[in-house]
């Protein structure tokens, strides 16, 4: 009869692995579409707010070209002309805006690779550790 228990036991344990094993499997699965499904809400969300940047630079350049052609316009209305000396310190003001506009998107821009690069290390992260949970799962399922 002893025989038979420890057939038993082992029979039991044999089960009791098998069901691990695929209660495993789907966690593995199943967190792998939640973790997809994030990773591509935050690609969006990063894609929005690249299209966020670029809308306000072309804005901010637009609002200094408009405030240099305003200041030019009011400048040349006060006095008999333009001097060249005037002029360059208007274009160079103009060109230092459109530069701050610039230099502030490409910082913007900066913020969100580095974002972007963290969330596919994290990706790659998880995706390396899944596929080792699965070669442990398949290699240790009983035969």
Do not use: F
Request: with cysteine; aromatic share 2%; proline share 1%.
């Amino acid at each position: 009869m002893i025989g038979g228990c420890n057939a038993a036991n082992q029979s039991v344990q044999r089960a009791h692995i098998g069901v691990m094993a695929v209660a495993l499997l789907l966690w593995a699965g199943c967190n792998t579409v939640a973790t997809k499904s994030d990773s591509d809400r935050q690609s969006a969300l990063l894609a929005q707010q690249s299209r966020e940047v670029d809308q306000r630079e072309a804005g901010c350049i637009s609002e200094a070209e408009s405030s240099s052609d305003r200041r030019l316009a009011t400048t040349a209305a006060s006095l008999d002309g333009l001097t060249e000396p005037q002029i360059l310190q208007l274009t160079g003001d103009r060109n230092r805006d459109i530069s701050d506009c610039q230099k502030i998107a490409d910082q913007k821009r900066e913020e969100l690779s580095s974002r972007e690069r963290a969330q596919y290390e994290a990706a790659a992260q998880s995706e390396r550790e899944r596929n080792s949970l699965m070669m442990i799962l398949t290699a240790s399922r009983p035969h």
